[in-house]
T-cell receptor
Framework: DTEVTQTPKHLVMGMTNKKSLKCEQHMGHRAMYWYKQKAKKPPELMFVYSYEKLSINESVPSRFSPECPNSSLLNLHLHALQPEDSALYLC??????????????FGDGTRLSIL | AQKVTQAQTEISVVEKEDVTLDCVYETRDTTYYLFWYKQPPSGELVFLIRRNSFDEQNEISGRYSWNFQKSTSSFNFTITASQVVDSAVYFCALKNTGGFKTIFGAGTRLFVKA
């Protein structure tokens, strides 16, 4: 079992739907990350939160909206997604803020399919 | 610019063989950290090792060993006596000290056959 919990594990949604991905960690980590991973590719950074503040947005389309309600939770709100957004979405956290050099702890991911 | 190159896309070995996964990195920073992660079919990336740029000492952990050579900008990973459970994608990654972003290599997919 991983220490970073992501829900749901699988999600199928239509292009007009609104859904949210959730990520939770209770390790006291103060940096949290969203990655998108396509098959046979490395994880691609989307967003970085450091001490609950958005620190990096890698020019992600506005149909993806991150939220960090507190230091343990990270959400990714989805709206009007496109078929090319189908991928594995990974959440990660690391000790200290994002500028620390601690390794990232990853969740199992949410496999998202857009119809 | 930062870059991590894992030239081996896929490697297939028979159980009990030794296998080395190559990683070459580029960075202009003098202080940085290197990582290896394992991604089994289940999906989550599992942290294996972190090495900082000042520590070129090689490390061994059970069947795993890492060879860091700053002179050639390489951080190679060797699995001794491979096992089927080692089958996974392995990512090498680079992070400059104080930076917020980790740069991942393309990954090497390792198949270990029984």
């Amino acid at each position: 079992d991983t220490e970073v919990t992501q829900t749901p594990k699988h999600l199928v949604m239509g292009m007009t739907n609104k859904k949210s991905l959730k990520c939770e960690q209770h390790m006291g980590h103060r940096a949290m990350y969203w990655y998108k991973q396509k098959a046979k590719k490395p994880p691609e950074l989307m967003f970085v939160y450091s001490y609950e503040k958005l620190s990096i947005n890698e020019s992600v389309p506005s149909r993806f909206s991150p939220e960090c309600p507190n230091s343990s939770l990270l959400n990714l709100h989805l709206h009007a997604l496109q078929p090319e957004d189908s991928a594995l979405y990974l959440c990660a956290s690391s000790q200290g803020g994002a500028g620390s050099n601690q390794p990232q702890h990853f969740g199992d991911g949410t496999r998202l399919s857009i119809l | 610019a930062q870059k991590v190159t894992q030239a081996q896309t896929e490697i297939s070995v028979v159980e009990k063989e030794d296998v080395t996964l190559d990683c070459v990195y580029e960075t202009r920073d003098t202080t940085y950290y290197l990582f290896w992660y394992k991604q089994p079919p289940s999906g989550e990336l599992v942290f294996l090792i972190r090495r900082n740029s000042f520590d070129e000492q090689n490390e061994i952990s059970g069947r795993y060993s890492w060879n860091f050579q700053k002179s050639t900008s390489s951080f190679n990973f060797t699995i001794t006596a491979s096992q089927v459970v080692d089958s996974a994608v392995y990512f090498c990654a680079l992070k400059n000290t104080g930076g917020f972003k980790t740069i991942f290599g393309a990954g090497t997919r390792l198949f270990v056959k029984a």
